[in-house]
Nanobody
Framework: QVQLVESGGGLVQPGGSLRLSCTAS????????MRWYRQAPGKERELVAG????????TYTGSVKGRFTISRDNVKNTLFLQMNNLNPEDTAVYYC??????????WGQGTQVTVSS
């Protein structure tokens, strides 16, 4: 069955960096665009970054542009989010996501990122 497993979250000080990973299985990863979302406490889930199936055309929400980089390894079926210069407003649970051609939407279980001194 389709599985998305995020990892790499943790506690980091302001200005620090983290690299999130999302390991995919149960579908042909290389065929699908992928996205990272995040949800902070008391807030709606928001789209953070997206990437095309071939790794091209990365897109970012304004607040993370220049700090976050989305990438993928279609051989290892893994999606990445490199996060630099983190600030407390980046504290959230981060999820990877994609939509299958059928329209079905899939989410991972999320990984917690906490930015605090």
């Amino acid at each position: 069955q389709v599985q998305l497993v995020e990892s790499g979250g943790g506690l980091v000080q302001p200005g620090g960096s983290l690299r999130l990973s999302c390991t995919a299985s149960g579908f042909i990863f290389a065929l699908y665009a992928m996205r990272w979302y995040r949800q902070a406490p008391g807030k709606e889930r928001e789209l953070v970054a997206g990437i095309r199936s071939d790794g091209g055309n990365p897109t970012y929400t304004g607040s993370v542009k220049g700090r976050f980089t989305i990438s993928r390894d279609n051989v290892k079926n893994t999606l990445f989010l490199q996060m630099n210069n983190l600030n407390p407003e980046d504290t959230a649970v981060y999820y990877c996501n994609f939509n299958m051609f059928t329209g079905a939407q899939y989410w991972g279980q999320g990984t917690q990122v906490t930015v605090s001194s």
